[in-house]
């Protein structure tokens, strides 16, 4: 299966998010929660991607946002 991306705002900064594993949860699968963000444009310092990014720190741009948190189930 392949994992689609969202185009997004992290901060100031354009960027595309893809969801991530849960931290701490390595069967959870993805969430939607979690993000990995990978910067659309080089800053020309520093890192130009994150990992875990919270969803709360992310403004989505895409008409059709991600789909809601998936709750964690044992």
């Known amino acids: 299966m392949r994992l689609k991306s969202y185009r ?21 699968g993805q969430t939607y929660r979690y993000f990995r ?10 890192p130009t991607g ?3 990014i919270a969803r709360e720190q992310l403004t989505f741009l895409d008409e059709e946002p991600p789909p809601p948190v998936i709750p964690y189930r044992m």
């Open 8 to 28: 997004a705002m992290y901060g100031t900064r354009e960027c595309s998010a893809t969801p991530s594993v849960e931290p701490g949860w390595p069967s959870a």
């Open 37 to 46: 963000v990978a910067l659309t444009k080089d800053p020309g310092f520093g």
């Open 50 to 52: 994150f990992p875990n």
